[in-house]
């Protein structure tokens, strides 16, 4: 049987948690191997482009940006792997990890895994995806300033999505399959009261329209008269929520009910010692880049501090 490759320590996971934290560790002279996992870079990477990251005056492409964390990241001693981590064992110290069928030996583990925005599935909306389409308001709503724009949603983050996009768009389109909201009542009734949102209750998306310049409308079905409905809109936002990635943590980490890393408070530091969390796999209330990034900061400095008592 193969011996496991040995690093002190392993961060599951890039995007600006994890290359931020392995740049950190890198410095610290604690040559941590990084995995990038299935989508190198993260959710960052299907954004068109950043407007809100400090240091960058005119944005930045998202790919691009994360380019530039992962090579600095590398530049001071991290080894950046392409695998996918499939399972890991943090019963005991060291922490056992197996990428791609590789087996691999960690003092400590630092998971940045990240969060998945949930889509509806259709081809699409996949095709425009960063060309009109976002999962995040906090962070594209500038782009559509004195247009029209569809919110698919009925919780509370589609509620929120909707007020802050009414700030920039001229018409908000909140698109609800139900006849009722589930979101709490104080923010259906700033919703309700909002003359700049309009709720399209009963109906789904059934298609997003476009072309080469992007968006240019979405056609709904009502589900209870199956009529269609061809809005024009110039952006598409989906809030019907995000899915942490932590299968693989099931029964090794404490998660909450909806599946996150459960971190304690003011600190990276999960139910298991030696194990820290960072960036939106633990974070479902910011989930930006910057809270990311200053989260890995913390979880590497969390492990440093710690891997140097058990020296």
């Known amino acids: 049987m193969s011996e496991a490759t040995h690093a002190k320590v392993i961060v599951i996971g890039s995007g600006p948690a994890g290359y931020t934290a392995a740049l950190y560790l890198a410095r610290a002279n604690l040559e941590p191997i990084l995995f990038e996992g299935d989508i190198p870079g993260g959710q960052l990477t299907t954004t068109s482009e950043v407007e809100n990251f400090p240091g960058f005056v005119n944005g930045v492409q998202g790919t691009e940006m994360m380019d530039i964390f992962r090579k600095q990241a590398e530049r001071f001693g991290t080894r950046v792997l392409p695998g996918f981590v499939e399972k890991v064992d943090f019963s005991e110290r060291p922490f056992k990890l197996v990428a791609d069928g590789t087996k691999y030996t960690a003092d400590a583990v630092i998971i940045s895994t990240g969060a998945s925005a949930r889509y509806l599935g259709l081809d699409s909306e996949q095709r425009f995806m960063g060309f009109g389409v976002s999962a995040c308001a906090t962070c594209d709503a500038p782009f559509y300033k004195d247009v029209p724009i569809v919110v698919v949603g009925g919780g509370d983050s589609a509620m929120e999505e909707a007020s802050h996009l009414s700030k920039f768009g001229s018409k908000i389109y909140l698109i609800h399959r139900r006849d009722e909201f589930r979101a709490s009542k104080i923010m259906q009734k700033r919703v309700m009261e909002n003359p700049k949102i309009e709720v399209v209750w009963d109906s789904v998306p059934i298609e997003v329209l476009g072309d080469e310049r992007g968006v240019h409308g979405a056609i ?21 929520g995000h899915t942490p990635n932590t299968k693989i943590f099931v029964d090794q980490v404490e998660l909450d009910k909806a599946g996150y890393v459960v971190t304690k408070s003011d600190s990276s530091e999960t139910s298991v010692e030696g194990v820290y969390a960072c960036g939106d796999v633990q974070d479902h209330k910011y989930r930006q880049a910057i809270t990311a990034a200053g989260s890995g900061c913390m979880a590497a400095l969390d492990a440093e501090r710690w891997l140097e008592t058990q020296e």
Not at 220 to 240: D, S
């Open 220 to 240: 709904v079905k009502n589900v209870k008269t199956g009529e269609t409905r061809e809005i024009e809109a110039e952006g598409f936002f989906l809030a019907i």
